[in-house]
């Protein structure tokens, strides 16, 4: 009897220091992050560009720029597409059609972002030339594209038929229905999802390395090559000048930032 | 009346056309796939998935040492994260389903699953890294640093939330009546675990490994800059390798030859159908739990 209780205490404390240790990597790697990052995050690291090995100082501002324009291409393209696609699978849901397209939306969700890489590449890249920001954008633009269909799909599913049939009862018709009752009583859903979204593909690295490439100076110019964040702390994390390190880590900052905040946004929708 | 009436039918065409692109975006990647490596696939052949050298400056192409690399690196990581992903499955499923400490796991597991694999990989470089190169004289091998075990570890500690969090739901959903039925045959807590909370979760705890699975075979960054990046086969645990997407991640922009470049993205295709097997097994084994709750 005596034993089965120890067993019993045991394994409770057993998973208890098992879930305990389990978060020691995260507190270490937000411990590096905020001791290496946050000391070198200013102003000027904020506006400037990076310099060459050798030189100090020098910041990130064209990796800024280029996430911030690459999260914008990628949204334009993945938000309408994705939001009209949960949209079809919420109301015609049971048809065939649906249960295929609901069946790839999975399907695309579990692909791995180095192969949407090498597929933007053969669609854009190649054809263009060049390595270009475009590419980047679309090849995250696939990666965003299933958790907005299913976070749209699932929200809308939630809302009562009653309110619609009281909107139709009132002579509205479909389309006014859809767009000035159904949307709005999911849009918080539907955004929610929408920054899951962009926090999913702000900080992927792999998807960008055949498209958008990188690119050490400042470019505004959506077809040319552009850095990101995660790029540049690949690049200079895999680099062996500590000056490149510390402008890594310091992008590291600045990005889990922006993902941790995003993620916390949308899974507690402060604003809506 | 006529005028709304057209947008009506306008819309609706939206939405199948919207659902339409969506699919033909996924027939198309894997149809680029397929028609971008055919040279390879044409002439390798099965030479591609049994010959274990790959060396492009004399044009051989064989994928056996990613396969290998990927496979290790994957299982070890599954291996390594299980104990940790159960506990943290159990501790929010059934010990403490409420409450501050609950929700303070919750919200660092949820933390975790947010960090950008390239920052798992720069950590992994920095940190990582070296101790693995200390433990490794400790122990007598190479000192490399790098190599599939470092790829494992970071890949286990990247894979934890995933299994943990469905892990929860799943254990969640077992009917309050079982367990109550078996504390009242004074079964202890652990018994209730081990004999009823398991077994009936066990499906859903599948999913839940093979879901992650999913995602270690197809992490990139995170495994490329620790795993050491070699093509051969690794000789033990502890020596650098490469796994199929780190090789596409390394060698991709290198590949001016037709065959090279069909060769790797064959490695794509085959990475592609993989995930989309193992994926398409977990959802249907979620899928079936969703219904029976």
Known sequence: MNFRILKNNLFKWLVVVLSTVSIVPLVLILAQIFKNGASSVSFGFLVHLPKPPGETGGGISNAIVGTALLILIASVIAVPLGVLAGLFLAEYGKSRFAAVVRFVVNILQGVPSIVIGITAYLWIVVPMGHFSAVSGGVALAVMMLPVIVKSTEETLKLVPYSIREASLSLGANYTRTIMKVVLPAGLAGILSGVLIGIARIAGETAPLLFTAFGNPFMTYNVVKPMNSLPLLIFNYAMSPYPEWHRLAWGASFILVAFVLFMNLYSSHSFFL | ?293
Do not use: C
């Not at chain 2, 004399?58 to 159960?86: Q, R």
């Not at chain 2, 390394?250 to 490695?267: G, H, P, Q």
């Open chain 2, 1 to 293: 009346m006529m005028l709304s009436f057209n947008s009506d039918r306008l819309f609706k065409t939206a939405m199948f056309v919207s659902g339409g692109i969506v699919l033909a975006v996924v027939i198309g990647i894997l149809a680029s796939l397929i028609v971008h490596s055919s040279q390879a696939l044409r002439e390798l052949g099965l030479g591609f998935l049994v010959s274990s050298t790959w060396n492009p400056v004399v044009g051989k192409f064989g994928a056996v040492p990613f396969v290998i690399g990927t496979l290790l690196t994957s299982f070890t990581a599954l291996a390594v994260s299980l104990p940790f992903s159960l506990a943290i499955s159990l501790f929010l499923g059934e010990y403490f389903r409420e409450g501050r400490l609950s929700k303070v796991l919750n919200y660092m597991t949820d933390l975790l699953s947010g960090i950008p694999s390239v920052i798992f990989g720069f950590w992994g470089l920095l940190f990582l890294v070296p101790l693995m190169r200390k433990a490794e004289l400790a122990l007598n091998v190479p000192p490399y640093g790098v190599g599939i075990l470092t790829a494992s570890l970071v890949l286990a500690v990247m894979i934890i939330p995933f299994t943990s969090s469905i892990g929860r739901e799943v254990i969640r959903l077992v009917p309050q009546d079982l367990k109550e039925a078996a504390y009242s045959l004074g079964a202890t807590r652990f018994e209730v675990v081990k004999n009823v909370i398991i077994p009936s979760a066990r499906s859903g705890i599948a999913a839940g490994i093979l879901l992650s699975l999913g995602r270690a075979l197809g992490e990139t960054m995170a495994v490329t800059m620790v795993i050491g990046n070699s093509n051969f086969i690794p000789r033990s645990i502890f020596a650098p390798g490469n796994t199929m997407a780190s090789v596409i991640a390394n060698e991709f922009t290198e590949a001016t030859e037709n065959l090279y470049l069909s060769s790797i993205i064959e490695i794509g295709l085959l990475l592609f159908v993989i995930t989309a097997v193992i994926n398409y097994l977990g959802v249907i084994i979620m899928k079936k739990l969703s219904f029976e709750k």
